[in-house]
């Protein structure tokens, strides 16, 4: 158990749109959910928490009105970059706890690779 | 079977150990293999970094992959209380999908 999935798995799109990312547990019901973004061969960096039916909490320096943060029920939550531009391209990674369990054990999807043109 | 699989532990070391710390993996496709360090309600922070076989080693780290028994290590020598904190690998085919072990816990007693 315990799987969580992303939707897409990759995304091109052109500077100025938005685009929706999507996180789901797939076996549990995930009360936080924490997004994440990556460059190439560098550590996560944590942009926000979500908790479920509330506002996310996030990191400083990221900008809540660009990156939105719905986490609508237990298993799922998106992340929508507004109005992107190229120096948002990167990969993106989304991971839960689960319910009950271990607040500091998450699970990690597979990650989102946005490219921005 | 899951792809990645990895003893949640938690696992108690005296400071001073060496600490051995495993994955397994099932898809044959993985080339790119990670280890993370996270402290509670922080982000992971790439330690490891390694591509196909072999050992690497910075510092107390070192890394090892076997690709034919796939099976990956991470070794942490003369350990520190510092280093306490949940150790996760992950693996990826082409440095895109990537595929995480759900984390040893590791807690190094002074």
């Known amino acids: 158990g315990a799987v969580v999935s992303q939707h897409p798995s990759r995304v091109i799109c052109k500077s100025g749109t938005s685009v929706k990312i999507e996180c789901r547990s797939l076996?549990?019901?995930?009360?936080?959910m924490f997004w994440y973004r990556q460059f190439p061969k560098q550590s996560l960096m944590l942009m926000a928490t979500?908790?479920?039916?509330?506002?996310?909490?996030?990191e400083q320096g990221v900008e809540k009105d660009k990156f939105l943060i719905n986490h609508a029920s237990l298993t799922l939550s998106t992340l929508t970059v507004t109005s992107a531009h190229p120096e948002d391209s990167s990969f993106y990674i989304c991971?839960?706890?689960?319910?009950?369990?271990?607040?500091?054990?998450?699970?990690f999807g597979p990650g989102t690779r946005l490219t921005v043109l | 079977q899951k792809e990645v699989e990895q003893d949640p532990g938690p696992l108690s070391v005296p400071e001073g150990a060496i600490v051995s710390l495993n994955c397994t993996y099932s898809n044959s496709a993985f080339q790119y293999f990670m280890w993370y360090r996270q402290y509670s309600r922080k982000g992971p922070e790439l330690l490891m970094y390694t591509y196909s076989s072999g050992n690497k080693e910075d510092g107390r780290f070192t890394a090892q992959v076997d690709k034919s028994s796939k099976y990956i290590s991470l070794f942490i020598r003369d350990s520190q209380p510092s280093d306490s904190a949940t150790y996760l690998c992950?693996?990826?085919?082409?440095?895109?999908?990537?595929?995480f072990g759900a984390g040893t816990r590791l807690t190094v007693k002074p």
């Open positions: 991971s839960a706890s689960k319910a009950g369990g271990p607040t500091d054990t998450q699970y």
């Open positions: 992950a693996m990826s085919p082409n440095n895109n999908d990537m595929r």
């Open positions: 979500s908790n479920e039916g509330s506002k996310a909490t996030y």
């Open positions: 076996d549990f019901q995930a009360t936080t």
